[in-house]
């Protein structure tokens, strides 16, 4: 069965983005890329909210045909070039980049279907609002956090709001030079 995978950046103190949206306080470096793009092995699905998938599809479409792009963009972008793109939303109905599939209405049974197909895991990545939906409804089976050197104080938040207990185990965590620690845990 394929699973979830939850990658998301977050500040010491839980949030995802600074109180306007910013997130130039992430630490994204060689290494951390180099640990990120590791995903592209294990996974052939990308799953996004409706604003991250926005913020992604007005950018990665545009790095194969400039020819100026950074190496790094350019093999994330290869992968999503071949990967489904999964966007969870109740407002758009269609869209133009090639290989998007639209959830809107039922999304943890269609999520569950998606995760008794064949392929390799699902990458959710960042989407704070709909990764908290995912574990209020248990659809998330391993859970990547990498935790900022910074504390923003105020933002938003990447748990806040759950209903329930969520209780997790630590299989791994790695620290970075540059000072993130990316925190593996799966449900316990």
Same mark, same amino acid.
Do not use: C
């Given at each position: 069965?394929?699973?979830?995978?939850?990658?998301?950046?977050?500040?010491?103190?839980?949030?995802?983005?600074?109180?306007?949206?910013?997130?130039?306080?992430?630490?994204?470096?060689? @290494? &951390?890329?180099?640990?990120?793009?590791?995903?592209? +092995?294990?996974?052939? #699905?990308?799953?996004?909210?409706?604003?991250? /998938?926005?913020?992604?599809?007005?950018?990665?479409?545009?790095?194969?045909?400039?020819?100026?792009?950074?190496?790094?963009?350019?093999?994330?972008?290869?992968?999503?070039?071949?990967?489904?793109?999964?966007?969870?939303?109740?407002?758009?109905?269609?869209?133009?980049?090639?290989?998007?599939?639209?959830?809107?209405?039922?999304?943890?049974?269609?999520?569950?279907?998606?995760?008794?197909?064949?392929?390799? @895991? &699902?990458?959710?990545?960042?989407?704070?609002?709909? +990764?908290?939906?995912? #574990?209020?409804?248990?659809?998330?089976?391993? /859970?990547?956090?990498?935790?900022?050197?910074?504390?923003?104080?105020?933002?938003?938040?990447?748990?806040?709001?759950?209903?329930?207990?969520?209780?997790?185990?630590?299989?791994?965590?790695?620290?970075?030079?540059?000072?993130?620690?990316?925190?593996?845990?799966?449900?316990?």
């Amino acid at each position: 069965m394929r699973k979830v995978v939850f990658f998301i950046h977050m500040s010491l103190d839980g949030f995802a983005a600074g109180p306007n949206g910013e997130m130039d306080w992430i630490v994204y470096d060689e @290494d &951390m890329q180099k640990y990120a793009h590791s995903f592209h +092995a294990t996974t052939d #699905a990308a799953i996004y909210g409706r604003v991250t /998938y926005e913020m992604m599809a007005s950018y990665w479409p545009t790095v194969l045909s400039n020819p100026s792009s950074d190496p790094g963009d350019r093999s994330h972008a290869e992968w999503l070039e071949d990967a489904t793109k999964i966007v969870v939303s109740r407002t758009l109905d269609s869209t133009d980049w090639k290989g998007t599939v639209v959830i809107g209405e039922n999304m943890a049974d269609e999520i569950r279907k998606l995760k008794q197909q064949p392929g390799k @895991d &699902m990458w959710l990545l960042g989407s704070p609002t709909l +990764a908290r939906s995912f #574990a209020q409804h248990g659809l998330i089976d391993d /859970y990547r956090v990498s935790v900022n050197p910074v504390i923003l104080g105020k933002g938003l938040p990447v748990f806040a709001g759950l209903e329930q207990r969520a209780p997790l185990t630590l299989v791994d965590s790695q620290r970075f030079d540059a000072g993130t620690v990316v925190m593996r845990y799966v449900p316990a």
